[in-house]
């Protein structure tokens, strides 16, 4: 469907002007910005590195109709049209890929974490940017994902569980409050809540914030910021985000992190190769800013056919004071033996456990997480590490994250299914007439990991009729992922 073929609401219309007015001076095309505004927005996801390539994810887009192009600035990036809806695809809940705006992809990208580092999201629901800071990391080191309302962060419980990241800790606390129990941090992630102006073209009822409303947000910004910086170490690095165009959000807020504390913090040049984006502005309304906010990335709507966005990069001073270390928390090690429901049943070798520490989380679940994983000692984690066996099942029950990271490894108990029984599975019907080379790997009754197209989707349950024989497999798709699941479209079935 072209531009034109959609129909643009006159108010909308009208927002989008009024919006860009106010931006004439510092935009080089204001007629070409409102024209964006008024067009769908891609849709975008990003390939899980752990899984597939952005090549493979290519081609299993392709393959079930589903038109896909390589992102230009980024590996793992895939623009789809606008309609698409990636998030009801067979490939989404085997966690091939992540649907995410483009640009806000663009922080971590900046961010750059390494492997076995400790890394703060100080603003984390939903969650997409601290799955690319795990995925970053090769699922290794702490990345601490903060948000202010419990509430928010189901969605990034269920991305932890979807891939497999067992280096992420949750926790919900006022970021402003954060304090020296959490730790030093290599790299802090602040992507603040703002005024959203940047998110025009994918909210159904757009609105214009006021001069108060913005004064207001910069106030939290400006603390977030503060925070975030006493909680970097020395030598660490800070980017701040907002998918807002207002200079009172963005380059003032940078301006004033710069005056509050010279000499402690300094801005590294922001440039994205593949993208266009102009330099943070120097002056708005009568104020000057420091110079080195020019230094900054600011995304316009126009330029990339994406929403609107700012970045920050800032690197801490190697001689500024640090907050004191403290003594990690560490939840007791519990016995690899409580792993063996994935070793026995499914012959993973234990070798592909390497890496990983089992530890007790309350009573239900024992998770994995990295032996260099640093927990905080405050707060206190929402979730810590990767759920992986369910304790009080008999017999103990592996979990459906588990299966799917290392159902790969799987050697015995494996089915592959065909596409009408990967649409049961996923909507948790049970799947029935499983043919003898499906089950030629099974060993006997009881769970069983699934694939699809070579890919792992998760767990089932082979019971056979006593009285027939017959073989069939319950599905154990998880309810709160199938809830949000209307499942595979191929292109034999449109």
Not at 220 to 246: D, N
Not at 435 to 452: D, I
Request: contains cysteine; proline residues 8%; aromatic residues 6%.
């Amino acid at each position: 469907m072209t531009a034109a073929e959609h129909p643009v609401p006159p108010d909308r219309e009208t927002l989008a002007r009024r919006l860009c007015a106010r931006y004439d001076a510092i935009i080089d095309d204001p007629d070409a910005l409102v024209r964006s505004l008024l067009r769908p927005l891609p849709t975008t996801v990003w390939a899980n590195p752990r899984r597939l390539s952005r090549d493979d994810l290519l081609e299993v887009l392709r393959a079930d109709g589903i038109a896909a192009t390589p992102m230009a600035w980024s590996n793992h990036g895939v623009r789809l049209d606008p309609e698409a809806r990636p998030g009801r695809h067979w490939g989404f809940m085997a966690g091939l890929f992540q649907v995410q705006e483009e640009v806000s992809m663009l922080p971590v990208a900046l961010l750059d974490p390494q492997p076995g580092e400790r890394v703060l999201d100080l603003c984390a629901a939903p969650g997409n940017k601290t799955a690319q800071i795990a995925m970053a990391m090769a699922n290794r080191g702490t990345v601490m994902a903060n948000d202010l309302r419990k509430g928010r962060l189901a969605a990034l419980r269920q991305t932890v569980k979807r891939f497999g990241l067992m280096n992420v800790v949750i926790t919900a606390q006022d970021g402003q409050s954060i304090g020296a129990r959490a730790g030093a941090f290599d790299r802090v992630l602040v992507d603040a809540p703002c005024s959203c102006e940047g998110t025009f073209r994918k909210v159904r009822l757009p609105t214009i914030s006021t001069a108060a409303f913005r004064s207001r947000l910069a106030a939290v910004q400006v603390r977030l910021l503060e925070r975030a910086m006493r909680l970097t170490r020395p030598g660490g690095r800070l980017v701040y985000s907002t998918c807002t165009l207002a200079p009172e959000e963005n380059e003032a807020v940078i301006d004033t992190l710069l005056d509050r504390y010279p000499g402690e913090l300094r801005v590294v040049p922001a440039h994205v190769p593949g993208l266009q984006a102009t330099a943070g502005i120097t002056q708005w309304e009568g104020r000057r800013y420091d110079p080195a906010v020019a230094d900054t990335l600011r995304v316009w709507p126009h330029h990339n056919d994406t929403g609107g966005f700012f970045v920050a990069v800032l690197e801490r001073s190697a001689d500024a004071n640090s907050i004191a270390e403290p003594h990690w928390f560490t939840p007791p090690e519990e016995p690899r033996s409580w792993l063996e429901p994935l070793t026995e049943r499914f012959g993973i070798p234990w070798a592909a456990f390497d890496g990983a520490v089992p530890v007790k989380r309350g009573n239900k679940h024992l998770h994995l997480a990295p032996v260099d994983h640093r927990y905080p000692e405050a707060p206190a984690p929402e979730m810590l590490g990767l759920p992986a066996v369910r304790r009080r099942s008999l017999p103990v029950k592996p979990t459906t994250a588990a299966a799917m990271l290392y159902g790969p490894d799987a050697t015995r108990n494996v089915i592959t299914l065909d596409t009408a029984q990967t649409r049961r599975y996923l909507e948790r019907h049970p799947i029935q007439a499983l043919s003898t080379e499906q089950l030629a790997a099974c060993t006997s009754a009881g769970y069983v990991v699934l694939r699809y197209r070579g890919y792992t989707l998760g767990l089932g349950q082979l019971i056979f009729d006593r009285e027939t024989g017959v073989a069939h497999v319950e599905s154990l798709m998880p309810k709160a992922w199938s809830r949000d699941t209307a499942m595979l479209v191929t292109p034999e079935e449109g």
